[in-house]
């Protein structure tokens, strides 16, 4: 079986949903994290545990960043 990820304009949504519904398509609700993806996020939780000082405040640092 093939397996599609697809992005659908918000507005065309509800009529794609229905078009797949009728077709009979499964619709998968959850999406699976690589497992390299989730070594990279236990690698870096233990650097933190192991050095904490590594880590910044949010409230110190979000002013960097700059949003539209």
Same mark, same amino acid.
């Given at each position: 079986? $093939?397996?599609?990820?697809? #992005?659908?304009? /918000? $507005? $065309? &949504?509800? &009529?794609?949903?229905?078009?797949? #519904?009728? +077709?009979?398509? %499964?619709?998968?609700? /959850?999406?699976?994290?690589?497992?390299?993806? $989730?070594?990279?996020? *236990? %690698?870096?939780?233990?650097?933190?545990?192991?050095?904490?000082? *590594? +880590? +910044? /405040?949010?409230? %110190?640092? #979000? /002013?960097?960043?700059? &949003?539209?």
């Amino acid at each position: 079986m $093939k397996e599609v990820t697809l #992005k659908i304009p /918000d $507005k $065309k &949504f509800g &009529f794609f949903m229905e078009l797949v #519904k009728q +077709l009979g398509i %499964e619709v998968a609700e /959850d999406m699976e994290i690589p497992e390299e993806h $989730k070594a990279i996020v *236990r %690698e870096r939780i233990k650097k933190s545990a192991q050095n904490p000082e *590594r +880590l +910044l /405040d949010w409230d %110190e640092v #979000k /002013d960097n960043f700059k &949003f539209e």
